[in-house]
């Protein structure tokens, strides 16, 4: 039997302060309704689960519904909210921020809003970084650019010096953008400020690039990624094309998830090959990469290929030694190059002539501003997280489940990494749009 309590978010205590917003309480008004908390959107909605659930009496695992609240936990004038990011950059954490404070400043009325700079680090005062004080005239034109005006950091730092700094501050509620170790950190706040018996809601925003955050459809900045990604694929097409056995290889991000690279491909479709680190293709033999690149270059006498910066690392000779970032994530040898390497040394052998071009555009793209969709995107992300914050609850995050808005417990959305599933049909509709073998070894 499922636990039906998988997906509770906790709350801080019994919201009694009536919301500012003019919203109703009845149906067939024309008004927006308040969401209750006994709004609940199925996890699973497929048939099966539902005659499962059926035949064995069992009750369906459900998500709390997100929106505004009829009576909340915080005083909006005597209210201080805080912003923080953390990470890699990534499209739209600007319209995040901008969008936060233009809700809590006018739909709510909180006025005292600080934002934190270079991420944790802003919460430890030997760092020497000043809290910035955030208002509609200071935000409002930020939007536009790529990049956070707050700064951004990584490292984990002392859960109890950054509550600390919170309490000292008499923040009530910590706005947490950034990917997996961003929302591990705000649930360690968010468990220490529960230790203290504090009132401080947390709240996590769901940013990475490589839309790899678990359970959610899909975190903010992605489909810009991809949108950024398409006219460099359409550019290295035409070097390819340009060239009797002409080959353009495009590193795009994605650590330990192929997303961008995949729904590049997509997006584009002149790539004739995606390799993802969900895969460990080998490169030679009969089903390897290079026996199917050469019958390519053999047939049309161009290739376009698509790497993830993770993919492949299986393909390197292991030397005992692992380093990391100051994320904690593992620092993954460089795929570009050494495809790139491989491909020529391949075909030298053959004593075929190939033209190699290596394109890497993963700053540029991870750095630039949010593309309209992203923007709508960021802008309901931000407003839906307000919400909670304001009604009390905590250690939760907002994301998208089956194309509804549901509030998810941070500790569920972090226990694993999303990934592509390559029996799946998303991964399907790749080999589709490429004609890609299977390439397995």
């Not at 589709?432 to 073998?437: A, F, I, L, V």
């Amino acid at each position: 039997m499922a636990s039906t309590k998988k997906f509770d978010i906790e709350n801080l205590g019994t919201a009694t302060f009536p919301s500012p917003l003019h919203l109703s309480k009845t149906k067939g008004d024309k008004v927006f309704n308040f969401v209750q908390d006994k709004d609940r959107l199925l996890y699973n909605i497929s048939l099966s689960e539902f005659n499962r659930c059926v035949t064995e009496n069992d009750e369906p695992l459900c998500l709390q519904k997100a929106g505004p609240r009829e009576k909340l936990l915080f005083d909006p004038p005597k209210t201080t909210a805080a912003i923080v990011t953390c990470g890699g950059l990534c499209p739209g954490i600007n319209n995040v921020i901008r969008s936060l404070v233009m809700g809590l400043y006018y739909f709510y009325g909180v006025k005292n809003i600080l934002g934190i700079p270079y991420g944790y680090e802003g919460l430890i005062p030997s760092y020497g970084h000043k809290l910035k004080h955030l208002t509609p005239d200071v935000v409002k034109d930020i939007h536009e650019f790529g990049g956070t005006v707050l700064g951004s950091s990584r490292g984990g730092q002392s859960v109890s010096d950054m509550v600390d700094t919170l309490e000292d501050n008499q923040v009530d509620m910590l706005f947490a953008i950034g990917g997996d170790g961003t929302l591990k950190g705000a649930n360690a706040i968010g468990e220490e400020i529960q230790k203290r018996g504090l009132k401080i809601s947390v709240v996590g925003i769901p940013k990475t690039i490589d839309n790899d955050i678990n359970l959610i459809d899909k975190s903010f900045g992605f489909e810009t990624a991809f949108d950024m990604a398409s006219p460099i694929i359409r550019d290295a097409h035409n070097e390819a094309t340009g060239a009797y056995n002409g080959v353009s290889i495009v590193k795009l991000m994605g650590r330990d998830s192929g997303f961008i690279a995949a729904c590049a491909a997509m997006s584009m479709p002149v790539v004739n090959f995606v390799l993802v680190p969900e895969m460990e293709f080998q490169l030679h033999g009969e089903n390897g990469f290079l026996e199917s690149l050469r019958d390519r270059l053999e047939t049309k006498h161009h290739a376009v290929i698509v790497v993830a910066e993770g993919a492949g690392q299986h393909l390197f000779v292991e030397d005992g030694t692992e380093t990391k970032d100051a994320s904690g994530n593992v620092k993954h040898k460089d795929i570009g190059p050494f495809l790139k390497s491989e491909i020529g040394s391949y075909f030298k052998a053959m004593n075929k002539e190939v033209t190699i071009k290596y394109i890497d555009p993963s700053y540029i793209i991870r750095s630039a501003p949010a593309n309209a969709g992203d923007s709508i995107f960021c802008s309901r992300l931000a407003h839906y997280a307000i919400h909670g914050a304001m009604a009390g609850k905590t250690k939760f995050v907002v994301g998208r489940l089956n194309n509804k808005f549901v509030y998810l417990p941070i500790s569920e959305v972090t226990s694993r990494r999303k990934k592509i599933d390559l029996e799946g049909e998303f991964w399907f509709a790749v080999l589709e749009s490429t004609g890609q073998p299977f390439l397995m070894g």
